[in-house]
């Protein structure tokens, strides 16, 4: 029997509540899906806490793979530096090497805009920027006041295993 069919038998197990006519089928098949279902939350359970295992294993895998990742991209941008550096020192914008071409070339887009002190900026350039109170939103439904715009959700709900 899987949790499915238990759930199935729960509304089984209800509808024999509900019959005043057989109190012993009641208390028979309620002794029945207590067995069943700790027995089988016990198999799910294991393979819950096998299947937690193999996700934190993969974390600590992820977190190894970015740190290789993140040494070879500042590698390549400490070499690609140093070959900038050269061929300025030695005047060139373009170097011809085997089956490559290194140019030199301006990045594209705009040009990076730099301002070192905000606190110096006039008001007229800069934005504003409007959202939602949420905590004052929140306080205001709580002391009672009913907003039109917003409301206040159940919170959710999650099974613990210890």
Do not use: H, W
Request: proline fraction near 4%; glycine fraction near 6%.
């Amino acid at each position: 029997m899987t949790l499915y069919d238990i759930q199935g038998e729960y509304l089984r197990l209800y509808e024999l509540a509900t019959n005043e006519e057989d109190p012993q089928a009641f208390l028979d098949t309620l002794e029945s899906l207590n067995a069943d279902l700790a027995e089988k939350s016990a198999g799910y359970v294991s393979v819950i806490k096998q299947l937690d295992m193999e996700s934190d294993e993969c974390d600590k895998v992820i977190e190894a793979f970015k740190r290789k990742k993140e040494v070879r991209q500042n590698n390549i941008k400490r070499m690609k530096e140093a070959l900038l550096g050269a061929m300025d020192i030695a005047g060139l914008t373009e170097i011809q090497a085997g089956n490559y071409t290194l140019k030199i070339a301006k990045n594209g887009g705009k040009a990076p805009l730099e301002i070192p002190d905000e606190s110096l900026v006039p008001e007229r350039f800069m934005k504003i920027k409007y959202e939602p109170d949420k905590e004052l939103i929140r306080k205001t439904i709580e002391d009672g006041t009913d907003l039109p715009f917003a409301e206040i959700k159940e919170r959710g709900r999650r099974l613990t295993i210890k």
